[in-house]
């Protein structure tokens, strides 16, 4: 019973994890059956494993493949398609979390910049105020933009490095 009931909770916490994060519960459980996997699994392993069908299995596959939670892989002799899980625990919450923020921060700049071009031959005092409000917030979601980028790109101790530098503290300076 030790060993079922851990294996529950931990697909729990995926599956709660994946949720809290905007993803359809089915993610954490596949990241789950995979993180507990000894051996990449096949695609109908997936799907018996957490209970879903192959056809939700494999587009929640292909979302998690590009977003670098699992990897596809290939067995010599075999035609079937293997997973297994390339990340970790941190790594997804950063790669879920991130993501999410980038993507927020994309359409944003594609909505303001339609918002723009509306506004394009308006002279009135209305347009002109409203421009200045898109073009502030613009600038602000380019520098947050290029931090979470920063963020995605280093790991922590690197980010922790720069950060003490900045403020001109030695690492385990107080703040």
Sequence with gaps: MGVEEARRILMEHFAGTARRFGFKELYGYIYGVLFLAREPMSLGEIAEATGY???????????????????????????????????????????????????????????????????EGDGSEEARAMRGDIELVMRRNALIERIVRFLMEHDDEEVLEKLLKCFGLEEGGRL
């Design 53 to 119: 069908s192959l056809s939700h299995v494999s587009t929640a596959l292909k979302s998690m493949e590009r977003i670098g939670l699992v990897v596809r892989i290939k067995k010599p002799g075999d035609k079937k398609a293997y997973y297994r899980v390339i990340k970790g625990l941190r790594d997804w919450r950063q790669a879920a979390y991130y993501s999410s923020i980038i993507e927020d921060i994309k359409q944003m700049r594609r909505n303001f910049e339609r918002a723009l071009r509306e506004l």
